[in-house]
């Protein structure tokens, strides 16, 4: 389960795609892809090519019906941990994480799509990391102007959820600000002659859902509405990083 953790201090935004930070020159740095799913595949298509943006998610609860067409997740600060250093990337050194995206970046969540889709590829510098962590991040007009430039539907916000409930279309807009943390085990071990995966999975029938599951209008989650605290901790609560190089949008070891 990921680990929520609070911050003191805002980190700048640098560019929206960055290399890995690292003194190696580029002939030996790893590739690793960061990926994301929401449905695992079947064993019988394991191993195949990437999977690809499908059609939307239908939920029930056997009396309501909520269909989701697009999640929009923004993301900025995802860093991976070296083994045996003993600082988190919150605190330690620049020896201590590798920096894979500053950002804010856009996750286009993929719907409807069996195995993971890749969203972005970087350079890793060889090692051994234990913990990826990221921030899911309200952008900011001020602080992230260029990226609200370019989504200005997602100024002040940090998820964006469409879809229908019961066949009327709704828009959540989560804003809100949390780190998470996902321990790596066993290591990923990156290296110079093969690539990496890594795999976010979203979890999304517990989105929008209360204690006893029966589904919840998303619009009662917006900004001031009684279920919002609901849908935050539970979106919080419904992301899984793991190792994914056969992209079947389950941990390579055994955990998903």
Known sequence: ???LMSRATAVAVLALVGGACSDA????????????????????VRGAAFGSVGTPETFTDGSNTLVIDQVQLVLREIELHR???????????????EELEIGPTLLDVPLGTVGAARSFSVQLAPGTYD??????HKASPSDDA?????????????????????????????????????ALSPALIASETAASD?????????????????????????????????????IKTSLEAFEDDDHDGRDDHGSI
């Not at 020159?25 to 019988?44: C, D, Y």
């Not at 100024?155 to 409930?165: I, L, P, Q, R």
């Not at 979890?203 to 279920?227: I, K, V």
Request: aromatic content about 10%.
């Open 1 to 3: 389960m990921p680990r």
């Open 198 to 234: 890594l795999t976010l999975f979203v979890d999304l029938d517990q989105w929008f859902r209360d204690q006893s599951g029966t589904l919840l209008n998303p619009s009662s989650a917006n900004s001031g509405q009684p279920n919002q605290g609901v849908v935050e901790q539970n």
């Open 25 to 44: 020159g580029p002939s030996n740095l790893n590739q690793l892809s960061f990926n994301s799913a929401t449905q695992s595949a079947p064993a019988a």
């Open 146 to 182: 260029a990226f609200v430039t370019a989504h200005p539907d997602l100024a002040d916000a940090s998820v964006k959820v469409t879809g229908t409930y019961n066949g009327t279309a709704f828009s959540y807009i989560g804003r809100f600000d949390v780190e998470m943390e996902f």
């Open 131 to 136: 913990k990826v962590e990221f921030e899911i």
């Open 83 to 97: 083994e045996g250093a003993t600082a988190d990337c919150t605190t330690g050194g620049v020896d201590d994480c």
